[in-house]
């Protein structure tokens, strides 16, 4: 789209921004905090194993990869925010159940509660609902932008607040947030007819898997099983082959994301200027696919680490606002929530396959360089899908 025609974000669209950012944020946030701390959490409890650790950890996503469909269903169906109010409160219970939690098995059902609160593509839809087409894109990158910052925050926080308030004061904390962002959805939010008249019939199922949403539900599921497989393999390559303690790399990941914004923002720049913003898409996971092979073949070399992990996050938090902003865009209103639940599904599928490959991969003969080549090679059959279905996107 010419440049002319792309216009800042308004009064009420910056509202519902800060607003939604905030939610999605602090959400994030708690269930960030836990992922430095819950497995040796979890195995120190009575019952625990490394087998029930591991469930703990993976419980979560697995339980939010099965409901993201019906939450975004529901959400077209009865409005965003009496679903996002229900899945806010399932995760509200669950923070309860872990703060209450005497048993491994116990800690593992409080996860699966909060991850049956699956709001995600609900939140999303409601702020596509929100925000005019052409500032789409920036208005979902700024919670992208939201969310690396969480992470990044959380990485530092995390053992510092175990060692303050213990895993269940995080727990409590976590609570406290949903409680924070049901208040924030009700109270901070411009109204919207839009955004909350249900459609006068069901889901479109034929429509949320059209061949031209396939490629984004492709792309989300590769991206996130890069991302969880990098930082599967990434905090062994800086502390085995670079020296660098396992303390010191919330440093390294902080100049890292710091840095790769330089490249994550003429990218949002160019896809709400150019015409075909499709090409954007394509571009941006050439350029996924030459970060993730630099790893394979650079990891060893600190600098050649360093500067393949720049160019992987300025793609990925690109990636990250304009995945959704294009089926967003394609699925239309009555259909953008189970659309955008169908790649939340996708996106928490992708995470788990990422972290179950990369834990598989890390302890074969493959190690590090099987990591980020399967990374790769997952980035390159999205670009193929995406080529087999050119001739339907339209983003």
Do not use: K
Request: glycine residues 12%; contains cysteine.
């Amino acid at each position: 789209m010419p440049a002319e025609a792309r216009a800042a974000l308004v009064p009420a669209e910056r509202r519902a921004v800060a607003v939604l950012s905030a939610i999605y944020a602090t959400r994030m946030l708690g269930l960030f905090l836990l992922l430095p701390v819950l497995a040796l959490h979890a195995g120190a409890l009575p019952g625990g194993t490394p087998l029930l650790a591991g469930l703990a950890v993976g419980a979560y996503g697995l339980a939010q990869a099965v409901m993201q469909i019906p939450f975004g269903t529901w959400s077209d169906r009865f409005g965003r925010r009496p679903v996002i109010t229900a899945g806010l409160l399932l995760h509200v219970a669950g923070s309860a159940l872990g703060c209450l939690a005497g048993s491994a098995w116990t800690l593992i059902a409080a996860r699966i509660v909060q991850g049956l609160g699956a709001v995600s593509g609900p939140v999303l839809a409601l702020l596509a609902d929100l925000t005019r087409a052409d500032a789409r894109t920036r208005a979902l990158a700024l919670i992208g932008i939201s969310i690396g910052l969480t992470f990044v925050l959380s990485l530092v926080a995390g053992p510092a607040l175990a060692g303050a308030i213990g895993v269940a004061g995080i727990f409590a904390l976590m609570g406290g947030l949903g409680l924070a962002g049901l208040g924030l959805l009700w109270l901070g939010l411009p109204a919207s007819p839009r955004a909350e008249a249900p459609p006068a019939s069901g889901p479109d199922w034929r429509g949320a898997f059209h061949a031209r949403l396939l490629p984004l539900y492709a792309g989300v599921f590769a991206l996130h099983l890069s991302l969880t497989a990098v930082f599967v393999a990434v905090p062994y390559a800086l502390r085995d082959l670079h020296g660098i303690a396992a303390a010191e790399h919330w440093r390294v990941y902080l100049a890292v994301f710091a840095a790769s914004l330089s490249l994550t923002v003429p990218l949002i720049l160019w896809s709400e200027r150019t015409a075909r913003p499709a090409a954007t898409l394509v571009t941006a996971g050439v350029l996924l696919v030459l970060a993730q092979a630099a790893l394979a073949w650079l990891h060893a070399d600190r600098t050649g680490l360093l500067a393949a992990l720049v160019l992987f996050f300025g793609v990925f938090n690109f990636l990250e606002a304009r995945l959704p902003a294009s089926l967003a865009d394609l699925a239309g209103a009555g259909l953008r929530g189970t659309a955008l639940g169908v790649f939340a599904t996708c996106q928490f599928l992708g995470a788990f396959a990422g972290g179950l490959a990369g834990g598989l991969l890390l302890g074969s003969a493959a190690s590090l360089t099987g990591v980020f080549s399967v990374a790769a090679m997952a980035t390159g059959a999205w670009l193929l899908v995406a080529g087999a279905n050119r001739g339907e996107d339209r983003t």
